[in-house]
């Protein structure tokens, strides 16, 4: 009758220490420590000649280190359990796997006596206990899926994809221009700008490879064979962040791309699995799963962005528009043609003079020092102040008329007179409250409202007042003053959702007196003023304003309709009816309800 007996560790332990036999003699516990502890040491030779297979099990053991890519094993024996000349002991296996992964499990060895020797016998569950004995164990990394942009409404504007550069060295080409003319007619069908003067000029400019375009994946599959063997063109791929419409905001999402890309991978996930004697997958015997990064959420609204840029786009000259959300001051729409993408980021960066529009805060700083839209102004056609002498244009004249009236019909004359008597500080300040002036840190896209500087200097004050001193704005700092006049407080601009912006200069509360008035005298500028041809276009808000520059004059038009701001320049546009022009071609593609 056999017998069946329980021995735990710490027993077996001391039995080998206090006895002067060979802890072979002792019971199964010592030669289940010993194999696991050579095993653990990575002595795999040792480990086998603990088994009663020493062949196999040195190629099994070699396999579980070599597969599972293993750094560090941690192992130990626990209870015991036995009956006559066979036993189980438990053992416990901790590895250390690549990238500080921990796999822990538990299992037992079987055991046995033969000539008063015990020894393990071997199995492929001595080193895990679901493993076959035609089985083998391997690591698998497990990618987490890459982070995309959305836009406002979830669509999908970068997503992760392979980009395929297409480099052209013209030092590496016998006939550089018939290469730039077959490489013209393969790309132009992405890129217009791509003729075969534009690339050759480029590439013989540059010092080396000169990246022509880099194609989606798609984009490349169309025309791949027509670029293989091209003498001097280097065809690469990457991994990248890629727009799903190549006409969708380019140019901002640049700027986004730039800022996301080295967050858009997750956290990888991994598993280790059973491969049968053909290499199969068999089973998985422990899988962490993968943690995506989020995507990333623009505030551009889609439907606002691109009827923005195709407003924007039907003009020659360099225009542009930024578009403000005035209640939680998400950036709904960058729009440039292709004239202003030249000189980059204008839309944001940008620094021109602004004009009549700039009337509207030199209306706030006379409302705030006590004067009402209703405040009586003389409108003659000239006014001399200082040793100045200010027009109006064509030299209309009003006689004296409300500031209201002033504001609806861009008074030169009112309101140089206004700023005159304005103190030095005034219209910064002002301006301040506003948002233009302070600096504006905003993830994924560079931006500078303007400079208004102090002034005690009648005549600087003077032409600062009607937007044509030392006074610079951009097209994103006048949409921060309109979307402020809409909300009635100044909005924090966002481009990427969650992400903060920094503020660097103060902007105080604006009165709700002044607020009211301005918003009552932009009314009259759409209804009976300048800006008649938007009246169409529901309840428009605005201000426009004609730049004098050398060589022209820019065209502005600012202002809101409802939670929708917008500021639109024309670099020597002419006159500020152009302006209002695109900005009515904006609102009139929105679908129902904007």
């Known amino acids: 009758m056999s017998t069946r007996m329980l021995i735990p560790l710490a027993v077996a332990v001391l039995a080998v220490a206090g006895s002067g036999c060979s802890a072979s003699s002792q019971g199964p516990v010592p ?25 196999k099990a040195t190629a099994t053991l070699g396999s579980a280190w070599q597969q599972l890519q293993a750094e560090q094993l941690t192992a130990h024996t626990g209870a015991a359990r036995v009956t006559g000349d066979t036993a189980t002991v438990d053992y416990t296996y901790e590895w250390r796997l690549p990238k500080n992964r921990m796999w822990r499990y538990t299992g037992q ?34 990618p987490a899926p890459r982070a995309r942009v959305n836009e406002q409404s979830g669509s999908d504007v970068l997503v992760p994809g392979k980009v395929s550069r297409v480099a052209f060295t013209a030092a590496a080409a016998a006939d550089p221009g018939s290469v730039a003319t077959a490489l013209a007619a393969a790309l132009h069908r992405f890129d217009e700008r791509l003729t ?92 962490v799963a993968s943690q995506p990064a989020p995507s990333f959420s623009l505030s551009v609204d889609r439907f606002v962005q691109n009827a923005a840029q195709r407003a924007v786009d039907a003009r020659t000259e360099q225009t542009m528009m930024v578009v403000l959300r005035p209640s939680t001051g998400a950036i709904l729409a960058v729009a440039q043609n292709k004239a202003a993408d030249r000189d980059g980021p204008v839309a944001t960066i940008g620094q021109y003079p602004p004009g009549s529009v700039f009337k509207t805060v030199t209306a706030a700083a006379a409302m705030s020092a006590g004067a009402t839209p209703d405040t009586l102004l003389p409108c003659p056609s000239r006014i001399v102040i200082g040793d100045r002498t200010i027009p109006n244009y064509d030299l209309f004249t009003l006689g004296e008329v409300s500031m209201t009236t002033a504001y609806e019909r861009s008074c030169n004359t009112s309101f140089a007179k206004l700023a005159s008597e304005l103190p030095g500080d005034a219209l910064h300040a002002t301006a301040a409250k506003l948002g233009i002036g302070p600096g504006y ?150 679908p129902a309800g904007y």
């Open 31 to 55: 030669a289940a420590d010993a194999f696991v502890s050579a095993f653990a040491s990575r002595d795999l030779d040792a480990a086998a000649r603990l088994t009663s297979q020493p062949q």
């Open 109 to 142: 060895l079987q055991m046995g006596r033969s000539d008063g020797r015990w020894m393990v016998r071997w199995a492929s569950s001595d080193i895990h206990p679901k493993l076959g004995n035609t089985q083998t164990m391997a690591l698998r990394a497990n």
């Open 196 to 287: 075969p003067e534009t690339i050759l000029s480029s590439a013989k400019s540059a010092d080396g490879a000169y990246t022509v375009a880099l194609l989606s994946e798609n984009e490349f599959d169309e025309v791949s064979a027509d670029l293989i063997g091209l003498p001097g063109v280097a065809l690469t791929s990457q991994w990248d962040l890629v727009a799903t419409d190549r006409n969708f905001a380019p140019d901002l999402l640049a700027q986004v791309r730039k800022t996301v890309i080295a967050e858009v991978d997750g956290k990888a996930g991994w598993s280790v699995v059973t491969l049968n004697a053909n290499g199969a997958d068999t089973d998985v015997l422990t899988e």
């Open 441 to 590: 840190a905003i993830a994924g896209l560079p931006a500078t409202s303007g400079s208004v500087p102090p002034s005690d200097e009648l005549i600087q004050r003077t032409e600062d007042g009607i937007g044509q001193g030392k006074v610079v704005v951009s097209p994103f700092g006048m949409a921060v003053m309109a979307s402020t006049i809409a909300h009635g407080s100044a909005p924090v601009p966002y481009l990427i959702a969650g992400r903060t912006t920094e503020i660097d200069g103060e902007r105080a509360a604006v009165a709700p007196a002044v607020i009211d008035g301005l918003r009552a005298m932009m009314r009259t500028v759409v209804t009976g003023g300048t800006a008649e041809r938007i009246a169409d276009q529901g309840e428009v808000y605005g201000k426009t304003g004609e730049a004098e520059v050398e060589g022209g004059s820019h065209s502005w038009f600012v202002g809101y309709r409802g939670d929708i701001a917008f500021a639109t320049l024309l670099v020597r546009g002419g006159s500020s009816d152009h302006a209002v022009a695109v900005t009515r071609d904006m609102f009139e593609a929105l």
